[in-house]
């Protein structure tokens, strides 16, 4: 008698057709079940280091992960002058991480993403620039594309005044979109204002919600170690997905 059960790590599908589609809608790949560390809770603004959350969480368990690195990069590079006045005010008095610091976390993001996991890594135009790639050197993520996030506002500039951020697409090996990436209609260049930033970095909500309905299941974890205004938080609670994240100012 032949056994009808899909194969561990494969949603059962009625429509074979669409599995078989690199533009299907749907995704072969399921995150493992886990106990949640009792340190940690789900949909809460934990106050901690995000070296010590990767720390407690167990490996290959989650499929998305979204990092925006708070860097010093530009400001102290190009001194455009406005550092501790009126909007850099606020992004100045962030703690900052070294460039020790961020290949760190992208170590532990590769040590806790599911095989063809995703990681959104938010960059600015200077880092694009001047090859980050050093960055995650030593891990299992590649680069599979970019977004650009037309946020509709001017920022500073000596020469174009920067009206966009990034977002960078990695994954970690084996690469593969058919079967995981499951929308096809996200442009790569989104428009999206942020009405009220509580947080000098405030991110899209909408786009990141997007992002997240396309590499994961409804019900999977969505991890944040650097979260912020907790935006992402928002963005997967609203698509029927869980949050765990944390920043140091909480």
């Not at 989650?62 to 530009?74: E, L």
């Not at 993520?141 to 650009?148: N, Y």
């Not at 174009?160 to 790569?188: F, M």
């Not at 205004?229 to 609670?237: E, P, Y």
Request: proline share 6%.
């Amino acid at each position: 008698m032949t056994s009808t059960r899909p194969m561990p790590g494969l949603v059962e599908d009625a429509d074979l057709q669409d599995r078989r589609n690199v533009f299907g809608s749907s995704r072969d790949i399921i995150s493992p079940p886990f106990a949640l560390p009792a340190k940690l809770a789900a949909n809460a603004r934990l106050r901690m280091d995000g070296l010590a959350l990767f720390a407690a969480m167990p490996t290959e368990s989650i499929p998305v992960v979204f990092f925006d690195p708070q860097y010093r990069g530009i400001l102290d590079k190009l001194s455009y002058g406005n550092e501790g006045v009126k909007r850099g005010r606020r992004r100045c008095e962030l703690l900052q991480m070294s460039e020790g610091m961020i290949r760190a976390f992208l170590k532990g993001i590769d040590a806790i993403l599911i095989p063809s996991g995703h990681l959104f890594l938010w960059i600015d135009k200077f880092h694009l620039c001047q090859d980050f790639r050093r960055w995650f050197e030593s891990t299992r993520l590649e680069v599979v594309d970019l977004i650009t996030w037309d946020k509709g506002r001017m920022g500073m500039g000596y020469r174009t005044r920067r009206v966009s951020e990034y977002c960078v697409v990695l994954q970690k090996n084996p690469k593969r979109a058919k079967g995981v990436w499951r929308i096809h209609n996200i442009p790569d260049v989104w428009q999206e204002k942020v009405k009220a930033k509580s947080h000098p970095h405030q991110k899209p909500v909408e786009l990141q919600s997007r992002l997240i309905e396309a590499v994961s299941n409804e019900g999977d974890y969505v991890v944040d170690p650097a979260a912020g205004s907790f935006s992402v938080m928002q963005s997967a609670n609203q698509i029927g997905r869980n949050f765990i994240g944390c920043d140091l100012e909480g």
